[in-house]
């Protein structure tokens, strides 16, 4: 099946859309791997949206077999264990990067934006629209002012679209910046042992010291324990890796039950894929260049230069299996627009890339 078209199945079944046989095929694929770790969810609401139907047609079906074929009891019922451990612990896969299509690999693909600004969810589901004017949330003024958000141990959501960025003050007056396509879980109240939160994009933190009270950033697999320090911390969805660079300060990076402490000026790579982690020195110029709103690529390769291009921009982008071993270097500034920054990749690559909508198609 081709995966625009899975992914049309998919959408058709969280909408309740679907056929009979398409039903039975969803659900197949579903049972039929319910540990592949390459699985990756699509947003919260089509994730709830899938699981709610699986787990409506899986136990209606087991209620029509059980009807008519009792001795078929112990086969379902290990199909719904298998559909709940697939809820709980896998994600979902069509979003993979790096798949291939007919012969050509996908670098990246857009995801579907439900809004255009940042969005503050808190605990009740009540979403607060922040306009692109408001730059920065301070935690501390917005309890002050609403009292409402004063909900100890209440987790809100700050999610970033594309082509924005957005500073966020937490409780303790950590200060956190979020890229494009990033957002960040955090509770009203820290408890009184630590201070937990949940990144899933890319931000860089400037944590307030507390030796007593550590901070920690979950991420995927992986938690990051500081006490105070300055980090960018990077853990896409699309990405098996997760890249955590420090600045300033020290950290514990922790993953798999064993700890890995990093000092300045390094960082620690773990590819989820390859079940690898490496620790190396990086160019801090060009991690920390998009928060004054640049990119930075120094002798990077097409792939990799198109995944940040992708990104900041929201879009698909489809090229040739084999990529070009020239490399890229250079300073762009984000605030260009996509198909002035392509015509400058052009220049630099000696690629073409044509553009239809959200999808671009490298040519080597």
């Given at each position: 099946?081709?995966?625009?078209?899975?992914?049309?199945?998919?959408?058709?079944?969280?909408?309740?859309?679907?056929?009979?046989?398409?039903?039975?095929?969803?659900?197949?694929?579903?049972?039929?791997?319910?540990?592949?770790?390459?699985?990756?969810?699509?947003?919260?609401?089509?994730?709830?949206?899938?699981?709610?139907?699986?787990?409506?047609?899986?136990?209606?079906?087991?209620?029509?077999?059980?009807?008519?074929?009792?001795?078929?009891?112990?086969?379902?019922?290990?199909?719904?264990?298998?559909?709940?451990?697939?809820?709980?612990?896998?994600?979902f896969f069509y979003l993979q990067t790096?798949?291939?299509?007919?012969?050509?690999?996908?670098?990246?693909?857009?995801?579907?934006?439900?809004?255009?600004?940042?969005?503050?969810?808190?605990?009740?589901?009540?979403?607060?629209?922040?306009?692109?004017?408001?730059?920065?949330?301070?935690?501390?003024?917005?309890?002050?002012?609403?009292?409402?958000?004063?909900?100890?141990?209440?987790?809100?959501?700050?999610?970033v679209p594309s082509q924005h960025q957005?500073?966020?003050?937490?409780?303790?007056?950590?200060?956190?910046?979020?890229?494009?396509?990033?957002?960040?879980?955090?509770?009203?109240?820290?408890?009184?042992?630590?201070?937990?939160?949940?990144?899933?994009?890319?931000?860089?933190?400037?944590?307030?010291?507390?030796?007593?009270?550590?901070?920690?950033?979950?991420?995927?697999?992986?938690?990051?324990?500081?006490?105070?320090?300055?980090?960018?911390?990077?853990?896409?969805?699309?990405?098996?890796?997760?890249?955590?660079?420090?600045?300033?300060?020290?950290?514990?990076?922790?993953?798999?039950?064993?700890?890995?402490?990093?000092?300045?000026?390094?960082?620690?790579?773990?590819?989820?894929?390859?079940?690898?982690?490496?620790?190396?020195?990086?160019?801090?110029?060009?991690?920390?260049?998009?928060?004054?709103?640049?990119?930075?690529?120094?002798?990077?390769?097409?792939?990799?230069?198109?995944?940040?291009?992708?990104?900041?921009?929201?879009?698909?982008?489809?090229?040739?299996?084999?990529?070009?071993?020239?490399?890229?270097?250079?300073?762009?500034?984000n605030t260009a627009s996509l198909d002035?920054?392509?015509?400058?990749?052009?220049?630099?690559?000696?690629?073409?890339?044509?553009?239809?909508?959200?999808?671009?198609?490298?040519?080597?």
């Amino acid at each position: 099946m081709d995966p625009q078209d899975f992914k049309d199945l998919l959408n058709r079944y969280a909408a309740d859309k679907c056929s009979p046989e398409e039903q039975r095929e969803v659900e197949r694929l579903m049972l039929k791997y319910p540990l592949s770790k390459n699985w990756k969810w699509k947003s919260e609401l089509h994730k709830d949206l899938i699981k709610n139907n699986m787990r409506k047609q899986i136990f209606n079906q087991v209620d029509h077999d059980l009807g008519r074929h009792r001795k078929r009891k112990a086969y379902w019922m290990t199909a719904v264990a298998s559909l709940l451990l697939l809820i709980g612990i896998s994600t979902f896969f069509y979003l993979q990067t790096d798949r291939m299509i007919n012969g050509e690999q996908v670098i990246a693909e857009a995801i579907n934006e439900i809004y255009n600004d940042v969005t503050l969810t808190d605990a009740t589901g009540r979403v607060t629209v922040l306009k692109n004017k408001e730059q920065t949330l301070d935690l501390r003024k917005l309890i002050a002012k609403d009292a409402k958000w004063n909900s100890s141990g209440s987790l809100n959501t700050l999610r970033v679209p594309s082509q924005h960025q957005f500073n966020l003050v937490l409780m303790d007056g950590t200060k956190v910046r979020l890229n494009a396509g990033s957002s960040l879980s955090f509770p009203t109240q820290f408890t009184a042992v630590d201070r937990t939160v949940t990144l899933e994009g890319e931000a860089y933190f400037e944590v307030v010291p507390n030796h007593s009270k550590p901070f920690m950033v979950n991420a995927k697999e992986s938690q990051i324990k500081v006490t105070g320090t300055k980090f960018n911390v990077a853990a896409y969805p699309a990405d098996p890796r997760i890249i955590t660079s420090l600045i300033e300060g020290g950290v514990a990076f922790h993953m798999n039950k064993k700890q890995y402490p990093l000092k300045p000026g390094y960082e620690i790579i773990a590819d989820g894929n390859k079940n690898s982690i490496e620790v190396k020195s990086f160019d801090q110029d060009q991690v920390m260049a998009w928060i004054d709103g640049y990119f930075v690529f120094n002798n990077m390769d097409l792939v990799s230069v198109m995944k940040h291009v992708a990104r900041w921009y929201n879009i698909s982008v489809i090229a040739p299996a084999v990529a070009p071993t020239k490399r890229i270097g250079g300073t762009f500034p984000n605030t260009a627009s996509l198909d002035d920054l392509l015509k400058d990749l052009e220049l630099l690559s000696g690629v073409k890339f044509i553009r239809k909508g959200k999808e671009v198609q490298v040519v080597y």
